[in-house]
């Protein structure tokens, strides 16, 4: 059993800069890849970043690129996800995902295990 535990979250203001941690569990991390997914009230949870299993891979969705960087650290079974230039439109519930295999993917079903989440707030 493998268990994502993120952490980073908090409150920021506009333009500020939060860095999400997702530590896992176990001795496979580096055979997977990683996802960064978002869900805010009331909307569907989206993907918002992937790295492939040894970070030579990387995919930002429009509204990230730019802004946020994934990177990983296999040596600590880590992920994270650095935001920068926060806007009011990017709170919400970020959750760390492990890929059913070597490549992150845009659609949640490819995913198999999940962090709880932790909560970003950007105010205006």
């Known amino acids: 059993q493998v268990q994502l535990v993120e952490s980073g979250g908090g409150l920021a203001q506009a333009g500020g800069s939060l860095r999400l941690s997702c530590a896992a569990s176990g001795r496979t991390f580096s055979r997977y890849g990683m996802g960064w997914f978002r869900q805010a009230p009331g909307k569907e949870r989206l993907c918002v970043s992937t790295i492939s299993y040894n970070g030579g891979n990387t995919y930002y969705a429009d509204s990230v690129k730019g802004r946020f960087t994934i990177s990983r650290d296999n040596a600590k079974n880590t992920v994270y996800l650095q935001m920068n230039s926060l806007k009011p439109e990017d709170t919400a519930v970020y959750y760390c995902?492990?890929?059913?295999?070597?490549?992150?993917?845009?659609?949640?079903?490819?995913?198999?295990?999940w962090g709880q989440g932790t909560q970003v707030t950007v105010s205006s």
């Open positions: 995902a492990r890929s059913k295999g070597p490549t992150g993917w845009v659609a949640h079903r490819d995913y198999d295990y």
